[in-house]
DNA sequence: ATTCTTATCTAAAACGTTTTGAGTCATTAA
DNA sequence: TTAATGACTCAAAACGTTTTAGATAAGAAT
């Protein structure tokens, strides 16, 4: 017994094509804008499915055409949670740019260990038209099992340099780049990067960007200049702390921080330690544009590398959408953005212009 | 042409009948439990089916039965950025709840003006099962809406004392009521309630408990002693500094704070005049359970009245599956849950006992 | 007159499940 | 022996759409 809304009957294609005289494949086809229907005949269609309210039951045409209109995010509680500040954002611009297309979002919160399971099951019920990963890692598991299984899906990022599915993503290579010409440019030779996690796609390319670009500039980059860890204030905090603990010629000058919230911490560990931003060190960060962390409204205001997160939402769903659509060309799925450089007061010209004393650590 | 993903395909009732010599009917109720079907058989099936790594297709399921195994979620964004902060545990406890019955969540973030019309379009797209509603407002349009659609759908919280409707609903009134009575028994004279929104029904529960509960003691409630607001740090700040700001007489001896983000305002507040807690002023504070802002954290830790938002996403889903399934005693779809009261640092005698000195503000 | 187009439409199959109505077969009751 | 019961199973319909493979009719070309 389905328990449906049923009230005054939901119009149907056969009902519309009975009311004029019309089978339900044409009743379709005039509504689809197949050719093969007369131009009388479809107005005439038009209308009466206008009259009648009518919408095509999703899930019968999934049956048949295998779209549902409906495709899925799955979200590592633990990962996540410590990426909190940015979710909200994500999900809502996702949400905005799928249902201006008619498109719902699946979303499904992770605890297992397994972290291919919920794809599996997801995949299994067969009522997705595909998925939207984030956050891809090196050698990823989800992004294996979805390519072996066929299934239609979309990286926000790459896991590698050149990879064979659709994906938008930053250069982040770029991002690193940018602002280490910048440091350069203002005479700094010490600089650090207090970078993301090291088992993510992202971080090793900020990496190689950061170490190429410091070795055209004929600087140095000792291992201990460059720190991974999770993205939050505290290890900002304490990485900066350890990184100004050294001798003199050891501390950077210019640091180079891979978002706003890690910028924080070290932004307060450099203030409680009483140094002068930008005099004694500047600080440049990358801006994913999280609202709570706004890069102007730091103490000293941020210089940034920016390219907003929910900025890559559009784009994501376009991809995505495409290729459920049959689009086939990888070449058009496959974005990348390059950031801006926003220049504020927390970078300035080098006071201490020595090398690193020692790379030998 | 269906994009699906056909690489080694996928079990369906027909392809394990034929590997076991049966219809696809037999099958289908073996593995539904239908008494009809020999044990022998059902066991060959079961083992059939685990071994072909079967899943019924949920589209076909919904088509006719009715039931997709999909519920609805749509958040407001204007609104839901000030409660951010519970936003990401809620969802995730929502989503194990669903994932643990294989029922699955569509978000949908709305920034539309017409809060009804995502759920139309939901509807309309005949997908869904049911949906689950939060923060209800006495006279809610979305509710009347849904009601007479004769849509499924859950409620946390409700929109009036007696509704016709499944909900999940912390009793508000004793929790304001928790509240107050501990004050009293401490010989406090002057509290007041730092409410949350006024449009809000739970709010109007709270200062309903807080009124009634006051009079029993045979205190005078103030129309200044209430304030109503947005659930933020900034709101709890600003209201205990003008709350603390009147005469002495006037001052409250005793706050009951809606949330401990508003609480967290509070005790700033206070700190920042210098008052002890709870030598000059006890702050109680209903706890909903965020991770971000523990009670016990605060500088003087909160007494609260407790409970947990997380633990309501668990009965919300145990009800509206069971409506989905048809299950029609509304009495049992009807929760009331009782809070507890944790006693912490930040409540104790009252020094000052005197009465309001003037109540005609 | 016959055949080919062209334009327009229909009938029927298909998607994978649930459910209805109808069997089949053995066992028991008459 | 026949009928009735009970236990089990199957064929077919149904859900509403899309799509394939015709069907029909009118006009044009042969």
Redesign the pocket.
Known sequence: ??L?NDLG?????????ES?????????????G?????????LRVIEAARQLD??????????????SGIVGLVVDKPRSLATDTTFFGVISELSASLAARDVDLVLHVSTDMDEVEPYRRLLAK?TLDGFILSGPRPDDARISFLETAGANFVVHGRHAESVSYPYFDIDNRAVSELAVELLCDLGHRRIALVNGPADLAFSADRLHGFQTSLQQRGRSVPSRSVVHGPMTEQQGYITALRMFNGEAGQRPTGIVCGSTVLAAGVMRAAIELGLDIPGDVSIVSHDDDVPQLPAAGFAVPLTTTWSPLTSACAPLVEILLARVAGELEPGRLQHVAGPDLVLRRSTGAARDKGEWVRTDF
Do not use: C, D, H, W
């Open positions: 017994m389905p449906q009957n939901v119009a149907t294609l056969r009902s519309i094509g004029l005289g019309l089978s339900p494949a044409t009743v379709s086809r005039a509504l689809n197949f050719p093969e229907v007369g131009e009388a005949t479809r009518y919408r095509p039951n999703q899930v019968a045409r999934k049956l048949v055409s295998g779209r067969g």
